[in-house]
């Protein structure tokens, strides 16, 4: 083929990419050479492709033509659950801007519909599973985040519909990743710890957690020279290990690792598996136990912002509810609102409640927390709370699907899913950084909630802000330290 007329490769002028040039007189690439302008569709000042469009929307607009097309040629699936499970998916696509990566995975995924009936679908383990017997990802060579995946997608609108639960709650997936890290009979070793673990009591976190520490513990003895196994490994070993982690992880995460290192080992010499347990003589240095709180500075600051009227409203109830209530990082996350008490009245927040265990036998606090009307600054956040809630609830648009009051929205007002730990650790860092300059961690507010909320030598109202009896006698005793002001 010859060369298009007017054009060759070049360096263009203005990006400085290797490009094909509009000309050689003119030195910049086409995108370069696109003006600026409010796009028809978005409103956002972009370069404007066609028609109005800037490239996403006009890609957009594209995509939905083809997929609709796509769409209708799904005439045969293999069962009437298959075609809900894509009816599922393409209700979640339209709900986001669509780009020519999407195409690919959909026919691919009509091509598997059509051909294998899907078992239905009970828990995100089978999410998973369907995942890793056919991948379909919008770009399959990047590095493209799992949400990218269809089975994602389809798992997320079950998640809204009820039929799955949490993602973050589910841990199947995650204890047989762990368990392909060991060696064959290693591994069956560890998959009856497991279950010996989940008899006890345990919960699905803790059995993963414990895991965990497992396949840490193995893969630095393979790195010795000779190497180790979890079942051979020496005393010696093991506490050269424990040194090793007190350079780089905190006590408290060291005397974990230690507690379920000896677990394991005790139950594998009860068990036959050893004669020895390497972690029997081994000592943990006990470090002095302490609180951190915030500076006196720093508590004014917030308390400042909290009165603020012009400061945003969903930081602000954060840290109230942290702060004043004792909320941890999965109580903002998990809480949903009462809609009966949104438009007058006070404010009722439902916290969510997940089965207890061995080590956590009770609720330690009502499932429901009215906010009270005073002192008047809380009256005034939780009216200001109420409307911006109700203002970005009514632009959520798939609230037929899943009817749920989560107390902190999708900022962009897609889904109506309950957000995630991380997002809520983000919400409050970047609130601290407005109140006081500097990002206080979740804990350290709880923790200076804890400190404010016992008087003298009396802890108990603790015992029903989530705490345990036995943790919150510790504000009886343990010294204060406040965290330096920024």
């Known amino acids: 083929m010859g060369k298009t007329r007017g054009k060759s490769r070049g360096i263009c002028n203005r990006c400085g990419h290797p490009r094909t040039l509009v000309s050689l007189t003119r030195g910049h690439c086409k995108p370069c050479g696109y003006t600026k302008d409010n796009c028809v569709r978005c409103r956002a000042y972009r370069k404007i492709y066609v028609r109005g469009y800037c490239y996403l929307c006009y890609q957009d607009e594209r995509v939905g033509l083809h997929l609709r097309q796509v769409e209708s040629e799904f005439v045969k699936p293999a069962s009437q659950y298959n075609q809900d499970l894509f009816a599922l998916y393409m209700t979640y696509l339209r709900r986001y801007r669509m780009s020519y990566d999407h195409l690919r995975p959909t026919k691919s995924l009509i091509q598997y519909l059509e051909q294998h009936p899907i078992t239905p679908i009970r828990c995100w383990n089978d999410i998973y599973s369907l995942s890793h017997l056919l991948p379909l990802t919008r770009a399959p060579e990047k590095a493209v985040h799992d949400n990218g995946c269809v089975w994602m997608k389809i798992g997320y609108m079950l998640q809204e519909l009820g039929v799955l639960g949490v993602k973050g709650d589910e841990f199947q997936h995650r204890l047989a990743a762990q368990l392909e890290h ?156 009462d809609l009966g008490a949104t438009t007058d009245g006070p404010l009722r927040i439902i916290l969510t409640r997940k089965p207890r265990s061995r080590g956590r036998r009770y609720y330690n606090r009502e499932q429901v927390l009215t906010l009270p009307s005073d002192p008047p600054w809380l009256k005034r956040l939780v009216r200001r709370f109420r409307t911006h809630w109700q203002d970005a609830y009514a632009k959520v648009k798939p609230k037929i699907s899943f009817p749920k009051t989560p107390l902190f929205l999708d900022p962009q007002f897609q889904h109506n899913r309950n957000l995630s730990d991380e997002y809520i650790r983000a919400l409050i860092k970047k609130a601290t950084l407005h109140a006081t300059g500097s990002s206080i961690t979740p804990r350290v507010l709880r923790q200076t909630c804890g400190h404010i909320m016992t008087r003298g030598d009396d802890a108990s109202a603790l015992s029903h802000l989530g705490w345990s009896p036995q943790f919150a006698f510790h504000y009886t005793w343990l010294p204060r330290i406040q965290q330096p002001d920024a």
């Open 182 to 337: 060991f060696d064959s009979q290693t591994t069956a070793h560890v998959r009856q710890f497991s279950v010996r673990l989940k008899k006890s009591g345990r919960a699905d976190a803790s059995v993963n957690r414990a895991i965990g520490a497992l396949q840490a513990l193995s893969d630095w003895l393979s790195h010795l020279a000779p190497p180790e196994t979890l079942l051979l490994a020496h005393s010696m070993s093991i506490e050269c290990y424990f040194e090793f982690m007190q350079k780089t992880h905190s006590y408290e995460t060291v005397v974990v690792a230690f507690r379920r290192l000896a677990a394991f080992y005790r139950w594998a010499k009860q068990t036959k598996l050893t004669l020895l347990d390497p972690t029997e003589n081994i000592r943990i240095s006990r470090a002095a136990q302490k609180l951190v709180i915030t500076s006196k500075t720093q508590f004014e600051q917030l308390r400042t912002f909290l009165r603020d009227p012009d400061c945003s409203a969903p930081q602000a109830m954060a840290l109230t509810l942290i702060l004043f209530f004792g909320f941890t990082t999965a109580d903002l996350a998990g809480a949903t609102i």
